[in-house]
């Protein structure tokens, strides 16, 4: 058996996830619209490739992500699939809309008629579950993560994730935790809460292993669940090798970091390995992480997403990447 595409537990629930999960950003217009004849086709196409577990939030599109993931979800096993959503951003009607405006600002393509409200508070949890489920159009959400609250930490631990905790013990939730852009404060809550899964996005990657350093070895020891996002480091690391004008963390890429991917695609060529398949591979390696969460904005690119964790890299190139001072 392929260990590495075996489900493993998510949180401690009893829920089971694939190495591949698909974020949803791309349904909300991330960066640019999606066609009417393509969005429908993404969440079909995860499903035909084994994908089950699927991640989205009331940020994403102005929670057009969450209505377009309800709808592609609709005709399929409830029980079949887990689903993840995110509070801290509620939703509410923008005052300030003018026909036109959209919210670009915020990488996304659609009419800004709602704007966000940061809201970690107990009563902005539950409405933002109510609201979250009212768009999906489903019975349950199966996680629930806190949403960047970098700037409100007090907030979420004092109002969040209390609200969270008696949700599970209720049976609405199967599982809380939280999601963001640091291994850090992650690590401070798997420490001070009793959360049960974490979702980190670009700090356990082939380029940036910070949260080797905390989180990881933190969630090993309290049977916390790791889901690694942002694996490609937001496009540096998506193509066989660096290309022109690469993008890191949203920026351009240091050079430094682009000569390291070109050395570590140099090295991965011979064994037939490509760099995505080594970004995807490298943290299911370590066994706190449970999955890896990929988006996509077309049926093809899931498709071609979903198979990147289908044929294990030999461990030989493991060994000559790390020898070479590429990896750990």
């Known amino acids: 058996m392929n260990t590495l595409t075996a489900s493993r537990a998510y949180g401690r629930s009893g829920l089971t996830v694939g190495p591949i999960g698909y974020g949803v950003a791309a349904l909300g217009n991330l960066y640019r619209p999606l066609a009417a004849d393509v969005w429908p086709g993404i969440v079909p196409a995860a499903w035909e490739a084994g994908i089950r577990y699927f991640d989205t939030a009331p940020h994403y599109g102005l929670g057009l992500a969450e209505q377009r993931l309800g709808l592609g979800l609709q005709q399929y096993d409830r029980d079949a699939f887990v689903l993840s959503t995110k509070v801290g951003r509620v939703l509410e009607p923008n005052p300030d809309y003018r026909d036109g405006d959209t919210d670009i600002g915020n990488l996304f393509a ?129 193509t066989d090798r660096p290309i022109q004008g690469a993008t890191y963390n949203y920026g351009t890429a240091p050079d430094a970091l682009v000569e390291r991917a070109s050395r570590i695609a140099d090295i991965a060529a011979p064994y037939g390995v490509t760099v995505p398949q080594l970004a995807v591979q490298f943290p299911l390696r370590h066994p706190a992480v449970a999955t890896v969460v990929l988006g996509a904005d077309s049926a093809d690119q899931i498709t071609r997403n979903a198979g990147l964790a289908a044929v294990p890299v030999p461990d030989a190139l493991w060994a000559e990447l790390a020898e070479a001072g590429l990896l750990p």
């Open 110 to 238: 659609v009419p800004s008629t709602t704007r966000r409200r940061m809201d970690y508070s107990r009563d902005g949890v539950l409405r933002s579950i109510e609201d979250s489920l009212t768009r999906l159009g489903l019975d349950r959400i199966d996680v629930v993560f806190v949403h960047d609250p970098d700037e409100h930490e007090r907030e979420a631990l004092d109002g969040a994730f209390p609200a969270l905790d008696e949700l599970r013990s209720q049976g609405v939730i199967r599982s809380y935790g939280a999601g963001m852009n640091q291994s850090a404060m992650l690590t401070r809550f798997v420490r001070e809460t009793d959360l049960d899964i974490v979702m980190c996005a670009g700090r356990y990657t082939l380029l940036d292993q910070a949260a080797e350093h905390d989180l990881l070895p933190a969630a090993a020891e309290r049977g916390v669940s790791v889901a690694v996002a942002a694996v490609f480091n937001s496009g540096i690391l998506a």
